[in-house]
């Protein structure tokens, strides 16, 4: 009876039963055997991956400095050209730092995200973790975002080459196709134009197709001067002739006049009208005003000389010729008794009903 009443006292109490010292000194052997079995595997990997983070940064440092340093000499390559016709020629070295800064920032991510993006791999590798399944997801998420993202991805990739090949920069009055303006940001995915208005157009780098910079070298001053064909040739070159070195000569237009004035010669010659073409190079966005300038002081030089240009007021003395075909009517329908508007309207003779 007592030994049963011990059994079921020992089945219903819920606490453990004491650890002995022959168990605890099983599990601590055990333990140290599998930590001395384990060791060498887990210095292995961890010096393994040390010495991949250590690459790894290293090779970053070494990457980022070598396109720092391509950046600065670019820059004083650009700060060489500074102030020589060439430079003139060139975009200026500011723009050009711009640029070069954007375009050494993408790099450096570029180059950071693949290095670092390769270390990773390498330190799941060491924890004996299988890749392909994750490479494979991640292949797949990449086809996905490619094809729901792929106008962001024009986008940029437009922007990026934009950026390297400097079409156009903040300042620059472009004609991008689908807006025309000046240049306010330039960024990877939008470039920012204000309009003649005042407006600005927010415009995907995607959707531009061709880009016309009215802002890079040079700009051409053209004017169009339209006379009688009855003037003398020579006098009227030698007017527009003594006008072209008067604004070569004169301030401001000296500093944005980058040639001679030049005076091209007859592109027009009809019955009642010769047109003169003259051309000039000027620094860019300043042909407009030059062509201003020019066309106030060669209608002021026709004056003085009695020259007219054609299609403003006769001259005091000359008369205009009347057209002998002013008071002429146009001809009517029925002046001839055989056209079909006289028969319509001439009356029904009678007819006689009498037999």
Known sequence: MTASWSAVRAESDPSPAPVTLDEAARHASDAAGWVEENWSTWLNTGLRIALIIAVALALRMLVRRALTKLIERMNRSAQAVEGTTLGGLLVNAERRRQRSEAIGSVLRSIASFLIMGTAGLMVLGA????????LASAGVAGVAIGFGARNLVTD??????????????????????????????????VTKLRGE????????????KRIGNLSQGWATAAVDVTVRPTEDL???KALIG????????????????????????LTEVLLDSMTFRVSAKTMPGKALGVERELRWRIKRAFDAAGVRIVGGLPQQGEEQVPDPTAGVAAPSAFASHTSPQSIAASPIPPTNLSK
């Open 127 to 134: 924890f004996s973790i299988n890749l392909a399944p994750l």
């Open 156 to 189: 940029f990739l437009s922007g990026v080459f934009m950026i390297m090949e400097d079409q156009y920069g903040v300042g620059d009055s472009i004609d991008a196709g689908v807006a025309s303006g000046e240049v306010v940001e330039v960024g990877l995915r």
């Open 197 to 208: 208005n005042g407006a600005i157009w927010y415009v995907r780098n995607g959707e531009i």
């Open 234 to 236: 020579d006098r009227v």
């Open 242 to 265: 003594e006008v072209a070195d008067e604004v070569a000569k004169a301030e401001p237009w000296n500093e944005q006049l980058w040639g001679p004035v030049e005076v091209l010669g």
